[in-house]
């Protein structure tokens, strides 16, 4: 195994968040599922975003929110996902690399726009997410890019890609490439409904050995082993021999492994605003991390640190300094190793 | 005089904003004027958004922010403005119309993108702003809607205007129209680089009484009387015998007219965040205030309270519910006249 170039490289739907407040009425009036990711067509799109109040835009996709959160804990990381040449698309790409993310796949000449998601973030601090995947439908084998993923210490994959019908082709090239190359690949499930659509191939990745490292929250991993109690979720979770981490919101996170469960509280924070990408940036610490040989625990609490400061601000992308809120807490990453 | 159907018509630029912090050495590199609004071309725009960090989009435009302001206090607003039918102009007229803005200015259908301020916030909380005009370079007389500017008790147009080639001769058009149907006009002096571009048509425009309120910061006000003594700057502004409102940031505002002045603190903040649209938002406070009869003390103070709001968060546009606020320090406005 050589040295990496990058400590992650994300694979994951591309897309630019639109989020506005919206009160617990306007769910129940557009029978919206709170907390989760509903996907919606172009007119759907079109009537939610007639409907929404004034919205702020920023960059957002699951696994580049991750990619842009290891790179702001001072790591290297890398993404692959697709936009159009569009507006929304230029957006995307500019925040990404103005981030310091590897951004090179190609964008999409004609086709679908590129994708949003319409997030609604209620008082209480939850987002609803209803995301048009739009340019996304187009990620496909030929975006894989082998060097770079054979450069990544850890390829990331989101769940959601299993939506888009050409991404799991890449996902699989990628996870083939990565592990001829002696690296490791990790997986999260995204969202509760997800594994719903695709409990089995999720089940078969694991089991397969085509990953190595799952992320999951507590009603994620309920709906993989579809049962309603956690402890016996994390029972079968250890069965399935892959390194685990489950997070639990202000309960913090269990790291589930075949010999050992590790219990590790969340970071503190002052106040709850939106919990859009904390999933996303609590992989970008632990996944970090790991990359840079931090032990088990420190991974976790690297990733809980990360979640803490994204859900005190609108928007998935960090605002403060991760690296050095890392160094603050004892946490700060070694250099390249 | 009839009963109005708005209070406010703001007539202004139509501009989305590209917010992201940067740090002073930035400004300094890129030769950029600090708290300034400088205009920039298609080219300029393009390298000074490859150079900025992740940003945040946020509909913008001074008059705009104005406009809703107004209607978040409470009372009704229209706005006129120039975009193109691209996605950019797609999101601008999206949020003024989701806020209770009455917007219906044809969007252009070729020609120039819709424009877009590029704003860097410094850590001290002051924003710089660097606008290319785009589309709005085709707003003119025709967009003018007569009876729109009829039904408003207030016209109000942002000095910016006198950038865009035929913008004036659309405010001209306004003014008269407002004139003749006893309604009152206002301007903002915008920035004080635009001052010293147009100070003898700003100073014509007062007059002529083509306009009836003045409002301008600190800055823009030496600017428009070419001194460095606020005190004898103050006075040439009482001489014009127009209704004058100038702020002093954390020293409150200044209300002056031919008899009297009125000194009104500013509201109390507890974090400098981001000041863009301090000055958009005092407007509407003291507007809203004026077209609904309120005392010109209690005008000041809806201004301070809405401007205080506006820069404790990134963006121009109301996050917190004004009208709440203003009723919780007893200057909720009264139902319409």
Redesign the interface.
Known sequence: MTAHTFDLLGLGNAIVDVIA?AEEDFLASHKLRKGAMTLIDQTTADQL??A????????GGSAANTA?GVVELGARAAFIGKIRQ???GH?FA???R??GVHFATPAAAEGPATARSFIFVTPDGERTMNTYLGACQNLGPDDVDEPIVRAAAIVYLEGYLWDPPAAKDAFVKASRIAHAAHRRVALSLSDAFCVDRYRSEFLHLLRSRMVDIVLANESELKALYQTADFASAVEALRQEGVLAVVTRAHHGSLVVTHSQTLAVPAHPIDNLVDTTGAGDLFAAGFLAGLARGVDLTGCARLGALAAAEIIQHI?A?P?TGLRDLAQQNGLGLTSMP
């Not at 929404?52 to 960059?59: N, V």
């Open positions: 407040r975003y007639a929404m109040g004034p919205a702020t835009i920023m960059s842009v569009d507006e929304i957006i500019h925040d990404l103005a981030t928007g992308r605002q």
